[in-house]
């Protein structure tokens, strides 16, 4: 496609989330002056916080930060990148100087507390043992523990990870216990770090239109079929040189050309709320607790993650062992997944399938008993809505069949860790490079000898689909297996 854009044609970016934010910040950076942003979500307002109206899954708590990536060093690489720009967004917080609503300079983003990866397996599995071989040939392999191997634990001990090596107590009660620690990774409190780059975008000069008159409603184009720009739903039009489409799961809505390429797709996530005057609240605080997944590459049973908790005492457990779709008819012959979440219109879902909330359950009643015991029970679920593809690579290219037309998406599941430089590369692809990180990510077909690692499209009679699972009952929030009255949270 015969297709150029210079530094000061107007680029319209629709979505304020990590690709959005992102290349936003990175086109102000690389010389372009007429930048927009457009969100329907009011994230003035809300600050990118789930609980105040927020949809997206960039509107989180908390994300998973590492770099040990198994057999994928090209986000290894991306990872030790990344992590070099969080630490200048603490530096940058803890100066002070500029900061936006809502941050002080005691605030921080990026906690490097390590990432656990628990298996149930014998022996450390393929993925963990790559990871430890690509980080050596990196010169990275002293960021890698081992549990078994007396010198990687003294090697953590030193390093002030002590704390991280066996936070669930397993060898000491000897049960079976194979795990890699990522000393590198951590994590990032998400909203946090959204207003924060937000806030740097602004700076830089981009403009931002937020809330309802933002709405997206349709593209402008030409005699030609090129797309000139956005109508919202206010009818107010924003001329673009090139429109970027970065809306995760509601992408395919906006751009149905993505239908075999990516699909949306719901992670259950549960949170217990701890008072920070409860002795449990340090246990699990940051400097005592690492981020951990478990069984992540196992199916239905595994899939599990969680974080420390934060600083209103949210002690927050996810499980994409299924990634749920949610199929609506878009035609006689079409189905398309689309999110529905907590603050969606005019159907909304605050539970989660029976399933996912059992798995997180069981979690947590066999590895940390102590919030049962102390009366602690699942407070709040959520559907957080990802935008997956079919071989879990992101998706940033022009699409094929319109001029002016680009999307940065496909996060799939692992897409925020990036949020300090995924923008370069879309940047790059704007720019009309290619190459490198950028060649896994080009608009691309599935080959009928590539097996999916995400199947897509299966549509209404799927044993994925929520129209296909019970939801829990308000019983089944309960830790412990004890009987007596859920305690009653305003959510």
């Known amino acids: 496609m015969d297709f150029s854009v210079q ?72 990872s030790f990148e990344s992590m070099e720009l969080w630490r200048s967004y603490n ?86 216990y194979q795990v890699l620690l ?36 349709r593209y402008c184009e030409n005699p030609q079929g090129d797309i000139t720009g956005v109508e919202t739903v206010g009818a107010k039009t924003y001329p673009a040189r090139l429109v970027v489409v970065a809306c995760g799961g509601w992408t395919q809505q906006i751009v149905p050309t993505m239908d075999d390429l990516c699909e949306t797709t719901g992670g259950s996530v549960a949170v217990v709320k701890i008072p920070k005057t409860h002795k449990l609240y340090e246990r699990f605080s940051p400097h005592n607790f690492p981020t951990w997944t478990y069984k992540m590459r196992d199916g239905a049973d595994g899939g599990l993650y969680g974080f420390p908790v934060d600083e209103d005492g949210h002690f927050k457990i996810g499980y994409r062992g299924t990634k749920y779709i949610n199929p609506q008819t878009i035609s006689a012959e079409k189905e398309r997944s689309v999110p529905v979440t907590r603050w969606s219109k005019p159907h909304s879902i605050t539970r989660l399938p029976s399933h996912a909330l059992n798995r997180i359950r069981s979690f947590l009643e066999e590895f940390v008993p102590e919030l049962g015991e102390a009366g602690f029970n699942i407070t709040f679920t ?39 430089n995924i923008g370069k590369y879309v940047v790059d692809r704007i720019e009309g490079q290619s190459g490198g990180p950028l060649d896994y990510w080009k608009w ?48």
């Open 7 to 78: 530094p000061s044609d107007p680029i319209v970016i629709l979505g304020a989330g990590v690709f959005g934010l992102s290349t936003a910040l990175h086109l102000s950076q690389r010389g372009f002056t007429d930048v927009t942003i457009l969100d329907k979500q009011d994230y003035d307002a809300s600050k990118y916080a789930y609980l105040e109206g927020c949809d997206a899954p960039s509107a989180d708590m908390n994300k998973i930060i590492r770099a040990a990536y198994g057999p994928e060093t090209v986000y290894q690489d991306l």
């Open 91 to 176: 530096d940058y917080i803890s100066a002070g100087r500029d900061l936006p609503p809502g941050l002080s300079q005691q605030d921080e983003i990026w906690v490097n507390n390590g990432n656990l990866q628990i298996s149930a397996q014998m022996d450390l599995p393929y993925f963990e043992r790559m990871s430890i071989e690509n980080m050596r040939k990196a010169g990275k392999r002293g960021t890698q523990v081992v549990v078994t191997n007396k010198d990687d634990i003294d090697r953590a001990e030193k390093a002030g990870f002590g704390f991280a090596v066996d936070p669930f107590g397993r060898r000491h009660k000897s049960k079976p």
């Open 182 to 217: 990522d000393t590198s990774g951590g994590f990032v409190y998400a909203d946090k770090a959204c207003r924060l780059v937000l806030h740097l975008a602004r700076r830089a000069g981009v403009k931002v239109i937020l809330g309802q008159e933002a709405e997206f409603a």
């Open 382 to 420: 959520r559907l957080c809505w990802y935008n997956d593809s079919f071989d879990n690579h992101f998706v940033i290219d022009h699409e094929p069949h319109k001029k002016g037309l680009m999307v940065a998406t496909g996060g799939s599941g692992h897409a925020f860790m990036f949020l300090p």
């Open 444 to 491: 691309r077909t599935l080959e009928p000898s590539q097996k999916p690692v995400n199947v897509l499209g299966e549509g209404g009679q799927s044993k994925r689909a929520l129209q296909n699972h019970r939801l829990y009952r308000d019983e089944e929030l309960v830790l412990g297996g004890t009987a007596g009255l859920i305690k009653k949270s305003r959510l």
